[in-house]
């Protein structure tokens, strides 16, 4: 009886030992596999916020050098600009602020203007010319019998102020004016020339 109570005891203990160990083998098992999984997750975070960190890097880099590349090419242009102006100064802003203040030769100028106003039309044309007021009187007395005597227009001179160089001349009603001023010519000037002296100095760059 002793012997079959001490069996039963030990063979309680035996299972009570397997399950247990077997129990202890399966949270163990278990945490390696959370913590393998833990592990994994946290490399691939980890990889995720380098990732994220480099293209960060390399975008505010590409931003830096598109910045500094564009800077670099304002400037330049900057400085293509104050040189072709220059240039474009030395060329004709002079010569032609000496050329319209000679009476004749705005005499001339103003003569061809009237002279290809509507030159098909059989009827008179009344004209108003718009000049600095140093030139008024001697533009007067020029035009004021020729005009009507050889080119068949009727021709009003008025002093305009805001003229410095040069002329404007429209229909007496003032439907609308033709500008051969100073800014005028100059602005004709650079939009043929202009083209020419870039390709000249910077090969059309």
Known sequence: MQNKLQELTEKIYREGLEKGQAEANQLVAKAKDEAARILADAKAE??????????????????????????AKQVISGIKQQIVSLIETKLYEAPLV???????????????AINRWDPNSAESVSLRILVPEEMAKAITDHFTTKTHALLN????????KAIKYGFRIGPKDGSYVVSFTETDFENLFKDFMRPKIIAMLFGGK
């Open 153 to 160: 227009k009727e021709v009003e001179v008025q002093v305009d």
């Open 98 to 112: 000496d050329a319209l203040k000679d009476v004749d030769f705005v005499k001339k100028v103003i003569e061809i």
């Open 46 to 71: 980890a990889e995720r916020i380098v990732a994220a960190a480099r293209k960060e890097a390399d975008d505010y880099r590409k931003n830096i050098d598109t910045e500094v590349a564009l800077s």
